[in-house]
């Protein structure tokens, strides 16, 4: 079992950067791959980035590649998303997600997660 709790959103202009958060709950935390995923109004969930446990890892969205930044802190079992250089195109509810087993490997699908947050909401002024 695994819960998940995000933070960190808000309402920034463009070009400023915001950190967001993913709280874990679990002792096998380390094990788990972690994807962040958001969803704008009208749009359908897409895949942002993800980190396998080892945090040695990791995949980002052609379109945040290069301005995002994914990293986990296993001690403290929370993984981080570090947004430069925000586009108004970025304003979306931001999610992660992990799988159902710590055996599932990486994937960028939606449908491969089972544990999500509540999201945190970014918004990005022009």
């Known amino acids: 079992q695994v819960q998940l709790e995000e933070s960190g959103g808000g309402f920034v202009q463009a070009g400023t950067s915001l950190t967001l958060s993913c709280a874990a709950s679990?002792?096998?935390?380390?094990?788990?791959?972690i994807g962040w995923f958001r969803q704008a109004p009208g749009k359908e969930r897409e895949f942002v980035a993800g980190?396998?446990?080892?945090?040695?890892?990791?995949d980002y969205a052609d379109s945040v590649k290069g301005r995002f930044t994914i990293f986990r802190d296993n001690t403290g079992n929370t993984v981080y998303l570090q947004m430069n250089s925000l586009k108004p195109e970025d304003t979306a509810l931001y999610y992660c997600?992990?799988?159902?087993?710590?055996?599932?490997?990486?994937?960028?699908?939606?449908?491969?997660?089972?544990?999500w947050g509540q999201g945190t909401q970014v918004t990005v002024s022009s």
């Open positions: 997600a992990a799988p159902f087993s710590r055996d599932i490997d990486y994937s960028r699908s939606p449908s491969e997660y089972y544990y």
């Open positions: 980190i396998i446990g080892s945090g040695v890892s990791t």
């Open positions: 679990g002792r096998t935390f380390s094990s788990y791959v």
